[in-house]
């Protein structure tokens, strides 16, 4: 990978979907069970969109003590919980289900009328979880973007800022719909281990671009790519 050779991050390719689902869901298993290990909890924080929906459905039948596991979103829409659009509607569609029926669920929506005016209520949902996270998957957009950290968008230069506490902060997409709430970078980096999920020869160019040298705003991904606080390992198959 031409201007990686820096960044700590292990790519894992895969020639079909199904093989890199298995590869993936056993990883995630691996981990919450070493976050139980002893008897404790463990936690897991995943993202929405079409990439992840295979995956979610192999680990719902996962053989977990689920009860033990706390799950939440790196980030959501500002739409209601029942709409198509929501990250929690795809979860409990998708993960929330047969034995993972019984995981604890955080979501990232409430009845404020906006995500900046709920940032710090959410977010006080959130932090009491086990942390660092046991496992935390985040995919990527087009245009870089992952969690709702978009490119700029209001507000990114301080939810990309390693130096800021770890927090939820209001986001803008370019699409709609616009409002977004996400877990600022330095929440995301508040993990034991970070998977990448990527599908597509698209998706495969967009990280070709975002690993080479280039401004983080342009790119926010490569915050991810470029540190070297928490291991990444990019998961892609065509």
């Not at 992840?52 to 039948?61: H, V």
């Not at 739409?79 to 979860?91: G, M, P, Q, R, Y």
């Not at 009845?111 to 209520?121: I, K, V, W, Y």
Request: neutral net charge; hydrophobic residues 45%.
């Amino acid at each position: 990978m031409p201007g990686t050779a820096r960044f700590d991050t292990r790519l894992r390719r895969y020639p079909e979907r199904a093989a890199l689902t298995e590869a993936l869901a056993a990883q995630i298993v691996a981990a919450l069970e070493g976050g139980m290990r002893g008897g404790g909890s463990a936690s897991l924080a995943v993202s929405g969109g079409r990439s992840p929906m295979a995956l979610f459905d192999t680990l719902s039948r996962a053989p977990l003590d689920w009860r033990r596991v706390c799950i939440t979103l790196t980030d959501e829409r500002w739409v209601e919980t029942t709409s198509s659009d929501s990250n929690e509607h795809l979860v409990r569609e998708h993960l929330l289900r047969n034995a993972a029926a019984n995981a604890n669920f955080v979501g990232m929506k409430n009845a404020a009328a906006n995500p900046a005016d709920a940032a710090a209520s959410i977010w006080s949902a959130i932090a009491p979880l086990p942390r660092p996270f046991d496992y935390m998957l985040l995919g990527m957009g087009d245009d870089g973007h992952t969690a709702s950290l978009f490119p700029d968008s209001p507000g990114l230069v301080s939810a990309i800022d390693p130096l800021q506490p770890p927090g939820c902060v209001a986001m803008i997409a370019p699409v709609a719909p616009h409002a977004r709430m996400s877990l600022n970078l330095s929440a995301l980096l508040d993990s034991r281990r970070i998977g990448l999920l990527i599908i597509g020869s698209g998706k495969w160019a967009t990280y070709e671009r975002a690993a080479m040298s280039g401004p983080v705003a342009e790119m926010p991904v490569r915050a991810l790519l470029r540190q070297q606080q928490v291991p990444v390992s990019v998961y892609w198959a065509a």
